[in-house]
């Protein structure tokens, strides 16, 4: 079974950082990429970032260019997201999520549980 767990939510003041982990295992890792969505009080789900394991590419939203980054441990098969200049913005519960290409939040098939992100100001 595609297990995925997301971890490393808390609290954190605007402009700092914090580092998510999405634990993957039941699959192999290179075949499948793995992306980070959000999602805050009362609004859509949206991507974050898109990282395919295979050979590293990665995308991003353009809420967070420039301030996250994707990146993946294959020994580990886990994908880890790097979240600096946080603002309170960024305030939602962050999941991970897997397929074999990088798509919308309606097109990834496996996901983990969330993890809160809170920024305050």
């Known amino acids: 079974d595609v297990q995925l767990q997301a971890s490393g939510g808390g609290l954190v003041q605007a402009g700092g950082s914090l580092r998510l982990s999405c634990a993957a295992s039941?699959?192999?890792?290179?075949?499948?990429?793995i992306g980070w969505f959000r999602q805050a009080p009362g609004k859509e789900r949206e991507g974050v970032a898109c990282?395919?394991?295979?050979?590293?590419?990665?995308y991003y939203g353009d809420a967070v260019k420039g301030r996250f980054t994707v990146y993946s441990d294959k020994a580990k098969k886990t994908v880890y997201l790097q979240m600096n200049s946080l603002k309170p913005e960024d305030t939602a519960v962050y999941y991970c999520?897997?397929?074999?290409?990088?798509?919308?939040?309606?097109?990834?098939?496996?996901w983990g549980q969330g993890t809160l992100v809170t920024v305050s100001s």
């Open positions: 990282i395919r394991n295979s050979d590293g590419a990665s």
């Open positions: 999520a897997a397929d074999d290409h990088c798509g919308g939040y309606n097109y990834m098939g496996y």
């Open positions: 039941g699959f192999t890792f290179d075949d499948y990429v």
